[in-house]
């Protein structure tokens, strides 16, 4: 366990990645939806996000944060978990390890690291027919 004064934000950082999105199976950090940590004194301040504004379990997100925390961390005295929608979340916020656990694949046909996820049925067709598709 960490001192207080040796808190950093990259070990709650590292403690939130035990927060799993209970709809998707993936850590909150992996997922990026934390936007940001401030450590100052006894008190933490992380802002978070949901995939969607209608997330229904947000509440449990958000309450698994604090818990999380004060197991991790004990002697903290104030955990602040502000939700906050700007910027809105977009799957390009994930990790590239969520995405390929997602099913997501870098995009090829794109320079740089682009990722997109194909369903299974546009996988299946051929080249041509996806192409027609899209007309």
Request: glycine share 4%; net charge neutral.
């Amino acid at each position: 366990m960490a001192s207080i004064a040796s808190i950093t934000p990259e070990q709650v950082r590292d403690a939130l990645r035990e927060v799993i999105d209970p709809e998707i199976g993936i850590d909150i950090v992996e997922l990026g939806l934390v936007y940001g940590i401030e450590v100052e004194d006894k008190k933490v301040s992380i802002s978070v996000t949901m995939t969607t504004p209608a997330c229904p379990l947000h509440t449990y997100v958000l309450e698994s944060i604090e818990t999380t925390l004060k197991k991790a961390f004990p002697e903290l005295e104030q955990i602040d978990v502000k939700l906050v929608w700007d910027p809105p979340w977009r799957p390009e916020m994930m990790s590239d390890r969520a995405k390929a656990e997602l099913g997501w694949k870098p995009d090829e046909r794109r320079p740089g690291v682009r990722w997109r996820l194909a369903s299974r049925k546009a996988r299946s067709r051929p080249a041509n027919k996806r192409k027609e598709d899209a007309r």
